[in-house]
């Protein structure tokens, strides 16, 4: 079946390393999205990827990164710099770039700063 | 910006119970409206969308009409089901003159639905 596939699905972190989420799409879609989950603030766009090598800063970028070397993956690295790493993070998928689409998201992956 | 707000939750109905969700939306234009929901230990997943004025979007029993006097997208159902227990997130996102869409979806802060027996 085809879907959206994170992981890992739950992940521990101490202070000062940095942590790679994985995001793999077997949709054959263009676009990929990582959002951010806390408690009471719906989800803040991160990055973005409208087609490989190229992606952009979305709301809350600082302290992550994420790369689009292949259509179907776009990691995420939460990096020490992230201030307040602790979340519920989402990717997403989005096919083809005209009209408004369907975001298809992953089960999510959550991150815990001990 | 651009922003939503849903109506504070959570919310706790009994089953067969008619469900309302306020979302009101500020954006600079006509966005596309929609409605996700997440059910528990899971991703989003769409529920219905509106892409312009008086359109009603519907699936699962489940209705909410694109209000641009208002600037509104409210969720109702007529009769909840304890599977419908839930968190729910309004959204909106914004076609460009050419008709293509970038996806980047702005979303409320939630509700969570809680359907008992």
């Known amino acids: 079946d085809g879907g959206i596939t994170q992981s890992p699905k739950y992940l521990f972190r101490k202070e000062g390393q940095n942590v790679t989420l994985s995001c793999e799409q077997n949709?054959?879609?263009?676009?990929m999205y990582w959002y951010r989950q806390d408690p009471g603030q719906g989800l803040r766009l991160i990055y973005y990827?409208?087609?490989?090598?190229?992606?952009q800063k979305g709301d809350i970028a600082e302290g992550y990164s994420v790369s689009r070397e292949k259509k179907e993956s776009f990691p995420l690295t939460v990096t020490s710099a992230q201030k307040n790493p602790t979340a519920f993070y989402l990717c997403a998928s989005r096919k083809g770039r005209r009209n408004t689409g369907e975001l298809f998201f992953g089960e999510g992956s959550r991150l815990t700063v001990l | 910006g651009d922003s939503v707000t849903q109506m504070e939750g959570p919310v706790t109905l009994s089953e067969e119970a008619f469900l309302t969700i306020n979302c009101t939306y500020t954006?600079?234009?006509?966005?596309?409206l929609f409605w996700y929901v997440q059910y528990p230990g899971e991703g989003l997943q769409l529920l219905l969308k509106?892409?312009?004025?008086?359109d009603k979007g519907s699936n699962k029993g489940f209705e909410a009409t694109y209000r641009k006097e208002t600037t509104s997208f409210h969720l109702e159902k007529g009769s909840v089901q304890v599977s419908d227990s839930a968190v729910y997130f309004c959204?909106?996102?914004?076609?460009?003159?050419?008709?293509?869409?970038?996806?980047?979806?702005?979303f409320g802060q939630g509700t969570i639905l809680t359907v008992h027996p």
């Open positions: 954006a600079t234009g006509y966005p596309s």
């Open positions: 949709l054959n879609h263009d676009a």
């Open positions: 959204a909106l996102s914004f076609t460009n003159a050419g008709g293509t869409s970038y996806g980047k979806l702005t």
């Open positions: 509106a892409t312009k004025a008086d």
């Open positions: 990827s409208q087609i490989v090598n190229d992606f």
